[in-house]
């Protein structure tokens, strides 16, 4: 690695790397930050500025920085069996072992799991699979799938559709054919007077008024995050997805969990269908699986799918030249080990989700926040600009880049989508590490707050 300074690395990052989800000149212009190094929940950028990162990366670093045990798992595969693939009949011990463990971490009626290295081609295979269990079955007029404005599913052509992100739909034609949305559960934007509980049963109606608006022989699957997190860390009320389990079951069609952030223990149980109560025929994982460490995801199949596509389906033609690397699977090993040798599920259910959660509430207080929302480990702040109306600043003020900035400045990483300020930090933080993230927001909120009277904002 060369040793160079930061508006040298800025400098050859802007004139060759184009980043995700960027306006490249923008970027150009300011310069990205670059990071060097981490440790635990901590970042540090070139410029040796120490940051908690409570984001965990991007939604995935759920074992925090460091871990001895994936770095080891990863070298001593890399000299073994750096890759084989597991086309033509072959298969390889890490990936065998690592279907196995998956199978006893998840929800008993799933037993098997097809590999990915992404959360979109994770996605991706859904929809492949959901089609075609529905051809093998002989009906394939069954092709929608339903989705959820501003859900995310991943930046492939088939994520991005089956996602509700508008900015992404306007960009290459998309949603691809026969992919639809309906509004997601989002009281305090959407509820207006009705209790959440209200609010969850009509929030989840509008998949009823959708598949038969549809036409319920043309609707082949529902696909949901438990919690948004793209979206904004959107916590569904409680009757929501029951109420969803209920209509899917009622005109026969699968669900899908897309656990690519819930799943690995971040809602306090290893997958959020099972803190959100439902029963998914197929779930979409990633991120956590592998602590982030290396890319891995795929899509675990449960026995109804399993089933159909085993005894009836003769070849599936879909795969990838990476689908259960025996690299990323040991190290996906390695962290489902770790976190079951820590106990971090129970404990983000009994212990740090709570804490979370109590410290959220406080922050509730703050003049300038609407309403807050945790579930397990994540957790969202919603800045707006009258609390007794749930009146939002004007979108084009961008008050939660405002207070974005205020975060970066303040060593703390924390993200806005709008005027919502959203945090998933590592499973691994002390309860004292909360309390240290906590102190930053209630400062950088204060430091919003001065700036927008400042700015004549309020
Ligand atoms: C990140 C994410 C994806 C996409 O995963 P990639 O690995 O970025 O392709 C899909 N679904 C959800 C819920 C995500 O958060």
């Known amino acids: 690695m060369t040793s160079r300074t930061t508006a040298e690395w800025q400098a050859a990052d802007a004139r060759h790397f184009l980043h995700p989800f960027t306006d490249f000149k923008d970027l150009a212009k300011k310069g990205s930050r670059i990071i060097k190094k981490a440790e635990n929940i901590y970042l540090w950028d070139s410029e040796g500025h120490k940051i908690l990162d409570a984001m965990s990366g991007l939604w995935c670093v759920n074992m925090g920085y460091g871990q001895q045990p994936l770095i080891d798992a990863a070298a001593q595969q890399m000299k073994e069996l750096p890759f084989y693939n597991a086309f033509f009949q072959t298969s390889t011990t890490p990936a065998i072992e690592l279907a196995e463990v998956l199978a006893e971490v998840a929800p008993p ?6 590999f990915t290295s992404s959360g979109s081609e994770g996605n991706d295979t859904v929809v492949r699979m959901v089609r075609r269990y529905w051809d093998v079955l002989g009906q394939p007029n069954r092709q929608v799938i339903i989705g959820r404005i501003n859900g995310y599913h991943g930046s492939t052509m088939a994520g991005a559709s089956l ?9 290459g034609g998309l949603p691809i054919p026969d992919i639809t949305h309906i509004d997601q559960p989002h009281w305090y934007e959407l509820g207006g007077s009705q209790s959440r509980d209200e609010f969850g049963i009509t ?6 008024d ?8 043309r609707v082949a699957a529902f696909i949901g995050e438990p919690v948004q997190g793209a979206g904004g860390v959107i916590v569904p009320p409680a009757t929501y997805w029951p109420e969803i389990q209920r209509i899917c079951d009622k ?3 699968l669900l899908v969990s897309d656990e690519v952030i819930c799943g690995f223990g971040r809602t306090g149980n290893w997958f959020g269908c099972e803190t959100m109560g439902s029963k998914p025929d197929l779930m979409t994982f990633a991120k956590g699986v592998t602590s982030g460490y290396i890319p891995l995801g795929g899509v675990m ?11 009836q389906g003769g070849e599936f033609n879909h795969g990838f030249t990476y689908s259960g690397h025996p690299t990323a699977c040991a190290v996906a090993l390695a962290n489902i080990r770790l976190m079951r040798e820590q106990d971090v599920v129970r404990k983000v259910r009994e212990e740090l989700g709570p804490h979370l959660a109590q410290r959220f509430a406080e922050l509730a207080k703050h003049p300038l926040v609407g309403e807050v929302q945790t579930c397990g480990m994540m957790g969202a702040v919603q800045l707006v600009k009258d609390k007794a109306t749930r009146k939002a600043f004007d979108s084009a003020l961008e008050v939660g880049m405002v207070c974005r ?3 970066f400045n303040n060593g703390l990483i924390m993200r806005a989508v709008g005027d919502r300020m959203i945090v998933a930090p590592p499973l691994v933080m002390t ?7 906590a102190d930053l927001i209630q400062k950088v909120l204060d430091l919003t707050l001065a700036e927008l009277n400042q700015r004549g904002w309020l």
């Open 405 to 407: 900035t205020h975060c």
């Open 251 to 253: 005109y026969g069609i």
């Open 109 to 114: 009626h799933f037993q098997h799991v097809f």
């Open 163 to 171: 996602g509700g992100m508008s900015g992404m739909h306007a960009q």
């Open 203 to 208: 929030a989840a109606r509008w998949l009823e």
């Open 210 to 217: 959708k598949i038969l608006a549809v036409g319920p022989d």
């Open 431 to 437: 309860v004292a590490q909360i309390d240290e993230m």
């Open 301 to 311: 199949v449960g026995e109804r799918i399993a089933k159909v596509l085993i005894e």
